[in-house]
């Protein structure tokens, strides 16, 4: 096996310092010379008519600097997500908004914002802000919205209230696959409104230059994608605006994958009203309300088995809540169906899956992406099937699991996998003999153990438009600044990527630099999130860094006289191979260039020599990434209060193939805060709606996501099977931890209680309901 | 405006500000000293990415309005240990993997330091509670317990 440097070692993070000492800067923190603050005014009613709106009063308190509506800001259709910018013919994007309109779909629709000299004075403005609404009739149910007395909340091809196409794929005869079915199981699935909730609420800060250019500081998490919406919106070059992270960003979890909700276009109009750079930062309550949600609705599973648990057939539909406005709500029902049909082998598959709008917050991306939803209702249908035909769940699993070169529904090859390693790792960390042997009659504490198994994806393509670049500049003293325009929103990208470009060159982490998230100093990427940067932005790090080394072999060759097909480079030494790179010939006076008896010269020297004789090395890499499969196998155990309903996670076995770790304590970070997600996803996390369409879960303290005390045992598992197509093996990891928890929390639970929930979170009150029914 | 003159000690110097009655501490901090280390992720008390020490006790900056912030002894994250020597907390956080996005983690420093000026063999248990208050939602939680529990170690020595 090839040996690595500087790739799968656990190096520490670039960023660690700066945020452990406070130091380092966030949208949020942005301060600069003559900023105004914006505030904006939200829709109170879930659907209604703007018949007018009067900002005389408010605009005369003082300090209030510009006020913008519908009637002074551009009349250009967008969509906040980046769909509308990767978007793959002969599909259309859907362009469903506007800054301001003169319809409000949801309460917390932008109606107006301010822009004044505190928040304080913008926020006083807002009340001052006089709108005449006409009420029209609302819907909040996905599958109310779908029939014909409902409400039109945008007009649409698809059918009613659908945006974007239906998505239907599948492969065999799915008629003939349940015929010759044994045994068949099918229900239907509820799933609820997630919040990314990460840290830092929405945020920009944009300043509008006297020729018309735009910089735009924002909690993106593709600013390249961003600055495409806004070319659009403001009818501006791409090339004079200007988006970046200052460099960090509080959290993503796909909240900001294009627009952070509509804070940068906000920032941008009111920048241009009063000639000053305008500041937003969205509330805690704002962040709730009105930026994306995790799509809830229903999913139908029918799944068809032989009496020796060899699948047969399988057919999944979807009926997700888009929300008022569109964002992702074409692609999350197409993730839904194509990773929920890629788990399995079995020859008949088919899926139908769409979204409706309906008037509530918009859903948008978050981790998982569609994924999270399809597991937990397949992975309720496999346990089902399991205990019908009397077979070891985990027997069952790994008797159907997809194999490297299985034909499936995928349009890439399964070109690895190590899932049935992850699951016999993750079974033992459990105790997976110990399940059906933990409950002692009568004990008002019930325990049960469930699994669950998936896949992802390591990037977007061909779903969506995916490609990357890279440059790898090498200055003049040798030091190597890397350029990528993705963001680092936390995963540890601006550490990982460099690591790569160490790896691919030969140099030491140390030399390497990189500049992310900013439109200005990198070259066009598509952004974090796909679980692609590493995957796939580092496909192009690879590809620059193979550039660039063989630029400087090919000067070095002849600088040094030796044959270039016998030179290496090492930590940063160009050296014979197999000779000892370590040895450093700086200031020995071998490295000086002409010497006959040169068998070392820094990579520091060489290219100062080059400089002097007009050289520079640049690389490039120019990338459209493969895409491949990560696996993942997940193992709770649980207990399940019979006086109280409350459902207690104690123990998490999550093992996770993810090609090759190309840092492990970053790679289980992330698993880890996938696991927890999904552990609040299963057992806590709703936002639920009143009557007339208002969010009841819209601060940290309502929406009860998992605090430290709620934590489990986690054990992050790592599973390499080296990935033929990624980065050194790697695949993707991001969203992962994420997509199993609901499925295996239902199976554990189910296993403690008999009892099978169709329906999450798993709160005290929705289970001590059912403990009670059961009862009787 | 009804401004008034603070006084209090932040990070060791004695600092006077002017600030309105009606200010939080976090705004004092952020806006009107440029230490913008103590995050606002809610300003409700809710999350506790603004949590600064006040005397000896972890409190979320949002709620404290200015006029309490009077003659008190204030340490924020710039306060208790820069790049050339770190507190043993940003050590661990560093070394262990406890830090992702970072909106969180200068909070839940705070929140640790509090702990272990005052326990240095603070239990798993007694770790979680003194972070309680503060959400994370990158980490799980698992390498920011197991940092604070090595940065105890290392205290101890």
């Known amino acids: 096996m090839k040996t690595f440097n500087v790739v799968g070692k656990n190096i520490k993070r670039n960023d660690a310092l700066e945020k452990a000492t406070g130091k380092a800067m966030f949208s949020t923190d942005m301060n600069i010379p003559g900023m105004l603050y914006a505030k904006v005014l939200r829709s109170p009613h879930a659907h209604a008519l703007i018949k007018s709106i009067d900002t005389s009063q408010a605009e005369k308190i003082p300090g209030v600097k510009g006020i913008a509506t519908w009637g002074n800001t551009p009349r250009e259709l967008f969509n906040t997500s980046a769909t509308m910018t990767f978007t793959v013919p002969s599909m259309e994007p859907v362009l469903d908004q506007y800054i301001f309109d003169k319809v409000v779909r949801y309460v917390g629709d932008e109606v107006a914002a301010v822009a004044a000299i505190s928040e304080k004075v913008a926020a006083e403005a807002l009340k001052h802000i006089k709108v005449e609404y006409e009420l029209l009739p609302a819907v909040f149910d996905p599958l109310e919205a779908m029939k014909p007395e409902a409400p039109i909340i945008h007009e649409c091809h698809a059918g009613k209230n659908i945006p974007a196409e239906i998505v239907k794929f599948g492969m065999g005869d799915i008629e003939k696959g349940f015929a010759e079915s044994d045994i068949i199981f099918e229900d239907v699935f509820k799933l609820p409104i997630q919040k990314q909730a990460q840290l830092e609420t929405q945020a920009a800060l944009a300043q509008v230059g006297s020729d018309g250019g735009i910089t735009v500081w924002s909690t993106t998490q593709t600013p390249h994608p961003s600055r495409m919406i806004i070319s659009k919106i403001f009818s501006t070059p791409q090339s004079k605006i200007r988006v970046l992270n200052p460099p960090y960003v509080g959290g993503g979890f796909g909240v900001r994958i294009g627009l952070s909700a509509k804070a940068e276009p906000i920032a941008v109009a009111l920048s241009k009203l009063t000639g000053k750079p305008v500041k937003i930062v969205y509330t805690r309550e704002e962040d709730f309300t009105s930026s994306d949600t995790r799509h809830g609705g229903y999913v139908w599973v029918k799944l068809g088995c032989k009496n020796d648990g060899t699948f047969q057939a399988m057919e999944l539909k979807s009926a997700l809540n888009a929300g008022a406005y569109c964002s992702f709500s074409g692609e999350t029902p197409g993730v839904l169906g194509a990773m929920g049909l890629a788990v399995y082998r079995m020859e008949h598959m088919s899926y139908y899956g769409h979204s409706v709008y309906t008037n509530f917050t918009p859903s948008g991306a978050m981790r998982g992406f569609g994924n999270p939803q399809a597991m937990f209702a397949i992975e309720a249908a496999v346990d089902t099937i399991a205990e019908r035909i009397g077979m070891d769940p985990l027997e069952l699993r790994l008797k159907n699991i997809i194999q490297v070169g299985d034909n499936w529904c995928l349009p890439y090859t399964c070109g690895s996998t190590g899932l049935a390693e992850c699951v016999e790792k993750a079974a033992k960390v459990i105790g997976w003999e110990r399940r059906g042997t933990l409950n002692e009659p009568g004990s008002k504490i019930l325990r049960g153990i469930g699994m669950g198994v998936g896949t992802h994806c390591s990037n977007a393509w061909p779903f969506c438009v995916d490609y990357d670049n890279a440059i790898i500049t090498v200055q003049q003293d040798g030091s190597i600044l890397l350029a990528v325009g993705v963001p680092d929103i936390g995963t540890g990208t601006s550490t990982t990527l460099p690591q790569l470009a160490a790896e691919a060159i030969g140099v030491e982490m140390s030399q390497v630099n990189m500049t992310f998230g900013d439109t200005l100093t990198t070259p066009f990427d598509i952004g974090s999130h796909a679980s692609r940067t590493l995957y796939a932005a580092g496909t192009a790090v690879v590809a620059a860094g193979n550039d660039v080394r063989k630029q400087i072999l090919e000067y070095a060759a002849v600088v040094m006289k030796i044959a270039l097909e016998r030179l290496d480079i090492t930590k940063g030494i160009i050296h014979i191979s197999g000779s000892n790179e370590a040895e450093s010939c700086e200031g020995s006076g071998i490295c000086r260039s002409g010497e006959e008896s040169m068998t070392h010269i820094s990579v520091r020297e060489l290219v100062y020599h080059a400089h002097l004789r007009n050289k520079q090395f640049i690389g490039i890499g120019r990338t459209i990434p493969p895409n491949s499969p990560p696996w993942h196998a997940h193992f709770y155990e649980v207990e399940v209060d019979t006086e109280t309903g409350m459902v207690k996670v104690v123990k998490v076995a999550a093992a996770h193939d993810v090609g090759k770790a190309v840092n492990p304590m970053i790679v289980e970070g992330q698993i880890e805060g996938g696991v927890l997600m999904g552990v609040g996803y299963a057992t806590s996390e709703e936002i639920k709606i009143s009557a007339k369409g208002k969010p009841l879960h819209t601060s940290y303290h309502k929406y009860l996501l998992p605090t430290a005390m709620d934590a489990p045992e986690i054990h992050a598992i790592i599973v390499e099977s080296n990935d033929p197509s990624g980065p050194y093996g790697a695949k993707g990891v991001g969203e992962c931890g994420m997509v199993l928890s609901a499925a295996a929390i239902g199976n554990a639970v189910y296993d403690a209680t008999g009892i099978r929930f169709n329906e999450i979170p798993l709160t005290p009150e929705r289970v001590y309901k059912r403990l009670q029914e059961n009862k009787k | ?157």
Request: aromatic content about 4%; proline content about 3%.
């Open chain 2, 1 to 157: 405006m009804n401004t008034f003159k603070l006084t209090f000690t932040l990070n060791g110097e004695v600092t006077e500000v002017l600030a309105e009655p009606s200010e939080m501490l976090v705004d004092i901090l952020r806006e009107k000293m440029y230490l913008t280390g103590a995050k606002k992720g809610c300003g409700k008390g809710e999350c506790g990415a603004c949590t600064v020490i006040m005397n000896g006790e972890a409190v979320n900056s949002c709620m404290i309005p200015a006029m309490k912030a009077m003659g008190a002894v204030v340490e924020t994250i710039e306060g208790i240990g820069n790049k050339d020597k770190l507190h043993p907390l940003q050590e661990s956080f560093i070394n262990e993997g406890a830090i992702q996005c970072g909106y969180c983690t200068p909070g839940v420093i705070m929140s640790a330091k509090a702990l272990l000026d005052k326990n240095l063999d603070p239990s798993n248990d007694e770790i979680k509670e003194a972070i309680a208050g503060n959400i994370c939602r990158c980490t799980g939680y698992v390498k920011i317990v197991n940092a604070v529990m090595s940065a105890s170690q290392k205290i101890k020595g």
